[in-house]
Nanobody, 122 residues
Framework: QEQLVESGGGLVQPGGSLRLSCITS????????MNWIRQAPGKGPEWISS???????KYADSVTGRFTISRDNAKNTLYLQMNNLKPEDTAQYYC????????????????WGQGTQVTVSS
């Protein structure tokens, strides 16, 4: 059974940092495209970052320069390092997998995790 489990969220002050993890199982992690998406209260999902199977990454303008996506294929784990956090980063953060390059380019997702909450507040 394919599974994505996020962790690492929490309450942090503005300017602080958090590192999210997404532990995966049930599929060949190294051959899948991986993504981070967030959803703030009352808003729709917002794509924030993706990484392909060879380590190429892309970011939304809202997080460029502050967030870094990475993956450890040996541990079947996706990460999101978040620095200089702002109150507007408050959201539920999800990792998601994409099976095909075409869908990855189009920011389409085949499976989501359950999410982890990030709250940025003083």
């Amino acid at each position: 059974q394919e599974q994505l489990v996020e962790s690492g969220g929490g309450l942090v002050q503005p300017g602080g940092s958090l590192r999210l993890s997404c532990i995966t199982s049930g599929f060949t992690f190294s051959t899948h495209y991986m993504n981070w998406i967030r959803q703030a209260p009352g808003k729709g999902p917002e794509w924030i970052s993706s990484m392909d199977t060879v380590g190429n990454s892309k970011y939304a303008d809202s997080v460029t320069g502050r967030f870094t996506i990475s993956r450890d294929n040996a541990k079947n784990t996706l990460y999101l390092q978040m620095n200089n956090l702002k109150p507007e980063d408050t959201a539920q953060y999800y990792c998601a997998l994409t099976r095909s390059y075409r869908d990855w380019v189009l920011n389409k997702y085949d499976l989501w995790g359950q999410g982890t909450q990030v709250t940025v507040s003083s």
